[in-house]
């Protein structure tokens, strides 16, 4: 049997994924769970022929440039890639993989639970009841709005978006959607495509992002695009805080246009918009949309399936780059 490989795991991943790692490679484990910097990151580069990182560590095309030939493949822990400069990757040669599918029902569980958050008032009923502040009811008290029966706009109708069209029918919501690509009868199964945002927009009672961050799609949720949502809409992000136009989103939670949103993505991560915090009209998460047991092995094993598949000599289910 040849010499292992030896791959870099930047964080600290799920019990199974560490013990299969370290069986079929020279593992570098990150036990700590430390977040390197960008030098460190480099450094631990220096002498392995594969990456497995997840979206906290960014591949700039500066890094990318400095990191050793040895390195041939990064295996991302992550369906996102936007912390990946691909260009730079593909111009040096290194295989990208990402872990798409196994995060989709996790991701949606997340983006339900948002939705219903959101519009059902829960960070302001927590916060009363758990700071003994609920002193009164009656039937004009916490009133929110109801889901059942509206209309969704889903922005992105890949996997996930996919399943969130699903979830959403149980609610028996009008599933709207709008995509690059409109979708085969059998993957819409009823949904209204909107051949525009802004067609979308303008129907959708609640809005759910679920679309990568590109250059193409990087603020795409400005004020004027706020503006065509019906009043008293409830948006919803678990894709990427980069997506959103925070101060335009934070201008009308402010001002009742948009009744409620429910983030579990910011702009700047880890921490997150201070100013959200100010306002009672969100629910608000810290990027937990795949964090369960399942899904965290299932992403650790689609990550290690890509690298199994480089290192055979074959073309990884996953690749991307
Ligand atoms: C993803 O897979 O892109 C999630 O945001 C977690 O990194």
């Not at 899904?295 to 690749?319: I, Q, S």
Request: net charge negative; aromatic share 6%; hydrophobic share 40%.
């Amino acid at each position: 049997m040849g010499k292992k490989a030896a791959l870099l795991i930047t964080r600290k991943l799920s019990a199974n994924t560490e013990v299969r790692a370290a069986h079929d490679y020279e593992a570098l484990l990150n036990p700590q769970d430390r977040l390197y910097s960008a030098d460190e990151l480099l450094e631990k580069c220096q002498n392995v022929d594969a990456v497995l990182p997840c979206h906290s560590e960014l591949f700039t095309a500066e890094l990318v440039a400095q990191l050793p030939d040895r390195v041939r493949i990064i295996a991302n822990h992550s369906v996102g890639i936007d912390h990946c400069d691909l260009s730079a990757l593909r111009e040096k040669g290194i295989v990208v993989t990402n872990t798409p599918d196994v995060l989709s029902d996790a991701t949606v569980e997340i983006a339900m639970l948002l939705l219903l958050g959101a519009a059902r008032r829960a960070s302001e009923g927590d916060q009363m009841v758990r700071t003994g502040k609920w002193a009164h009811w009656s039937p004009s008290f916490m009133v929110g709005t109801q889901m059942t029966g509206k209309r969704i706009g889903i922005v992105g109708m890949g996997r996930v978006g996919q399943v969130m069209a699903k979830r959403a029918r149980g609610f028996d919501m009008e599933v709207n959607y709008y995509n690059r690509n409109r979708l085969s009868p059998n993957q819409e199964q009823g949904a209204v495509y909107h051949d525009s945002i802004e067609s979308l927009l303008s129907v959708s009672d609640f809005l759910s992002l679920h679309c990568p961050a590109t250059p193409e799609t990087t603020g795409f949720l400005t004020e004027e695009k706020i503006a065509l949502l019906p009043d008293g809409a409830i948006v919803v992000n678990t894709a990427r805080g980069a997506l959103i136009d925070e101060n335009a989103l934070i201008g009308a939670l402010k001002s009742g246009k948009i009744a409620g949103a429910g983030l579990d993505v910011y702009a700047s991560e880890p921490g997150g918009n201070p100013e959200f915090a100010t306002l009672d009209n969100v629910f608000l998460l810290p990027h937990i949309g795949s964090a369960t047991f399942e899904t965290r092995d299932a992403m650790g094993f689609r990550a290690l399936d890509n690298l199994d598949a480089f290192f055979a000599g074959k073309e990884p289910g996953d690749r991307i780059a």
